[in-house]
């Protein structure tokens, strides 16, 4: 179905604005179907995307600044997410030893053995481009990181 059929939008200014529209729809489209694995867990998206980057770097620590750079969502607050894990015994302080005002943070064995009962989620993005063959997929990278490039210059 396209996407004039799926918005009710017979025509857009330029092909442009149909691709930003379309980027738009299918972000949020994907984003719906993410947030429905966590609707009933004891986190949000957000949340889970912290705790894969704490086990990325497990068994090592890392601080906040390195969550902020590597998080999928920009615009979210890192340091409230953080201390919402942290209360809910996912995520453990660690103070440097060298310098005592870096915080360091460390996922704990219940945040690892929540994301081990959550890793199917994986799976729902490899079904949403099962319709896809492989040169479609590189080709939509390609292109996509062609547009993160030129926009991030």
Not at 89 to 101: A, I, L, Q, Y
Not at 106 to 117: A, M
Request: glycine share 2%; net charge positive; with cysteine.
């Amino acid at each position: 179905m396209s996407l004039e059929t799926k918005i009710k939008q017979s025509k857009f200014k330029t092909p442009e604005h149909k691709l930003a529209i379309n980027i738009l729809y299918t972000s949020h489209w994907i984003n719906y179907l993410i947030q429905n694995h966590f609707k009933n867990q004891e986190i949000t998206h957000q949340q889970y995307n912290v705790l894969r980057i704490l086990r990325g770097q497990y068994p090592s620590t890392c601080n906040l600044r390195l969550i902020k750079e590597r998080m999928l969502d920009a615009m979210s607050d890192a340091s409230r997410i953080v201390d919402k894990l942290i209360k809910k015994g996912f995520v453990v302080k660690v103070e440097s030893k060298t310098d005592r005002r870096n915080l360091n943070l460390l996922i704990s064995e219940k945040g690892l053995k929540l994301l081990e009962s959550l890793d199917h989620v994986d799976e729902t993005f490899i079904e949403l481009f099962k319709h896809l063959d492989k040169n479609d997929i590189n080709s939509l990278n390609f292109l996509l990181d062609k547009l993160h490039d030129k926009n991030n210059a």
